[in-house]
Every structure is written in C-alpha cells, then in structure tokens.
C-alpha cells in the first residue's frame, strides 16, 4: 500500500508498470462495476498514476467495445469502452490495450477507468479525484504532491 506522501516529478520518464499493493474499485449507478486487489498502476513524470484492473475483476456485461483508438508512446495502441445500463450510456469510460509495448505487457486487456465519468473510483478505500483534462485518466488520492499535467495551459510541460 501507498500511504506515504509522492511527488508526480519524482515518477519516472519513460512510464513504468507496477504491481498495485492495494484496492482499487470503480462505482457506476451505484453499482461496484469493478473492484480488485490485483491491479497495476502506471507512473510517468507529472502524471497521477492510471490503474489497471483485470478483466476477470470488472462486470463487462456493462461494457461494449467502441470504434475509439488512441497511441501511447510508452504503452502502444488503447482501445476504449462505452458503459450502457439501462438508460445510462457512457462513452469512452474506459480503454485496455490489447497489444501492448513489451514493458506493458502485464497489463495486456486490464481495463483503466476515467475518474471523471464515473460516480466513484476508490483506492485503498479513498474516494479519488480526477485528473484534468480529457486526455489522461490519473487518480489523485491525497498522498499525492503535485502540479499535475492535464489541465488547461498544461500541454507544453
């Protein structure tokens, strides 16, 4: 478990992957739509660290395959989800990467979640904030330090 303080300029450049020693759950229309203590997390410079939840953890019947495709420099070629329940329908709520760059590997079709289109992400039990922005998908828990990239006027860092 993470509980001392870490600084986002101290995570490393390139990204890595590591094992998460901890919970992660994820919160859709009230219902717990993913919950592990199996999960990755991904850590770059200037970045709250993105989590990784296996498959196997996360209630897919909810979850459809989108057209959606974006490149990562560190982890290769995302693909994205849309969440529909009933009469809710999220686009875009959360991506994997099917084929992932060797150093990615072990996170090959886990699932990360965007903090900020769902009701809740929790980690070790604490309700998240998002990263800014639409392009990154960061969980800010409190024992993180920043400025973090991702809002506006954010870009050139």
């Not at 999960?39 to 770059?44: I, Q, T």
């Not at 994997?96 to 289109?117: C, E, V």
């Amino acid at each position: 478990m993470v509980n001392k303080k870490e600084n986002v300029w101290d995570f490393p450049r390139p990204a890595i992957c590591e094992p998460f020693n901890g919970s992660l759950k994820v919160v859709v229309s009230g219902r717990v739509i993913a919950k592990t203590d199996r999960g990755f997390r991904s850590l770059e410079t200037s970045h709250p660290p993105s989590y990784y939840i296996p498959p196997d953890d996360i209630e897919m019947a909810d979850l459809l395959y989108n057209q959606r495709v974006t490149l990562c420099e560190w982890k290769g070629k995302a693909s994205y989800f849309n969440f529909k329940l009933g009469d809710r329908s999220i686009a875009d709520i959360a991506w994997t990467y099917t084929d992932p760059t060797p150093t990615f590997r072990k996170i090959k079709n886990y699932l990360s979640f965007y903090a900020s289109k769902v009701d809740a992400c929790y980690v070790n039990g604490e309700k998240v904030m998002a990263q800014e922005g639409d392009f990154y998908g960061g969980w800010i828990t409190k024992h993180l330090v920043g400025p973090f990239k991702g809002g506006q006027g954010t870009a050139g860092w």
